[in-house]
């Protein structure tokens, strides 16, 4: 029971806040004090979170869900948000990577490649058993699972969780994790183009001209 508890008071925590956060964004217009606003509900998630034992992941997460689905303007907010997060995920996925203890790798190789297996499989057959139930279109079934093999900042961030919540397992779940998540930025996004260029989603126009349908490559002159 406490691990569901925790769920559902972290997501209306959450809830709550972005809600208010929707609510005080309507009298700021300014982009510093829209992004002040942000970053203030950002760090009221987290320390609510701290002091009452809840998930800090799962409470940000649902201040972002209340807050796009309550502004209208949502999009060029989180498009001011955007402007100086990189450096965050680059310092996010440095600490990550620095803790990786390659030694670990000797004792959970095989997890790792189950792991990675197992979520590969489970990605395109759940996506395809998915699409079919709703009865999509064939090419959403034979493709959608392959567009969803990329795994990255969710995926650290629980397993930085798991570091405090189970010390005796947390070296060597974050380093089949942080393997994992590498195999994936690697394949994952050259997979995602091909399926999406193969399903047409991607106009052929949006192609390099040598890469269009109907074109044959030449060599270059």
Same mark, same amino acid.
């Given at each position: 029971?406490?691990?569901?508890?925790?769920?559902?008071?972290?997501?209306? %925590?959450?809830?709550?806040?972005?809600?208010?956060?929707?609510?005080?964004?309507?009298?700021?217009?300014?982009?510093?004090?829209?992004?002040?606003?942000?970053?203030?509900?950002?760090?009221?998630?987290?320390?609510?979170?701290?002091?009452?034992?809840?998930?800090?992941?799962?409470?940000?997460?649902?201040?972002?869900?209340?807050?796009?689905?309550?502004?209208?303007?949502?999009?060029?907010?989180?498009?001011?948000?955007?402007?100086?997060?990189?450096?965050?995920?680059?310092?996010?996925?440095?600490?990550?990577?620095?803790?990786?203890?390659?030694?670990?790798?000797?004792?959970?190789?095989?997890?790792?490649?189950?792991?990675?297996?197992?979520?590969?499989?489970?990605?395109?057959?759940? %996506? %395809?058993?998915?699409?079919?139930?709703?009865?999509?279109?064939?090419?959403?079934?034979?493709?959608?699972?392959?567009?969803?093999?990329?795994?990255?900042?969710?995926?650290?961030?629980? %397993?930085?969780?798991?570091?405090?919540?189970?010390?005796?397992?947390?070296?060597?779940?974050?380093?089949?994790?942080?393997?994992?998540?590498?195999?994936?930025?690697?394949?994952?996004?050259?997979?995602?183009?091909?399926?999406?260029?193969?399903?047409?989603?991607?106009?052929?126009?949006?192609?390099?001209?040598?890469?269009?349908?109907?074109?044959?490559?030449?060599?270059?002159?």
């Amino acid at each position: 029971v406490s691990p569901l508890l925790e769920i559902v008071f972290s997501l209306v %925590a959450g809830a709550v806040i972005g809600t208010v956060l929707s609510f005080l964004l309507r009298f700021f217009r300014s982009r510093a004090n829209r992004l002040s606003l942000m970053i203030a509900a950002v760090f009221a998630g987290v320390a609510l979170a701290d002091r009452y034992g809840l998930s800090a992941l799962l409470t940000c997460m649902a201040i972002g869900a209340a807050m796009v689905n309550l502004r209208t303007d949502s999009e060029t907010l989180i498009e001011n948000v955007d402007r100086w997060t990189p450096p965050l995920f680059m310092l996010f996925f440095i600490i990550s990577g620095a803790e990786l203890d390659l030694q670990v790798l000797t004792t959970v190789g095989l997890l790792g490649v189950l792991y990675i297996l197992a979520r590969s499989l489970g990605k395109y057959f759940g %996506a %395809a058993l998915g699409a079919s139930v709703v009865k999509s279109e064939p090419k959403i079934r034979k493709y959608l699972g392959l567009t969803l093999l990329p795994q990255a900042g969710v995926a650290i961030g629980m %397993a930085q969780v798991v570091m405090t919540k189970l010390p005796e397992y947390g070296a060597q779940i974050r380093a089949v994790v942080l393997c994992a998540t590498l195999v994936y930025e690697l394949i994952g996004p050259v997979v995602t183009r091909i399926a999406l260029v193969r399903s047409g989603e991607i106009p052929p126009d949006a192609l390099p001209e040598h890469k269009r349908p109907g074109r044959k490559n030449t060599p270059a002159s």
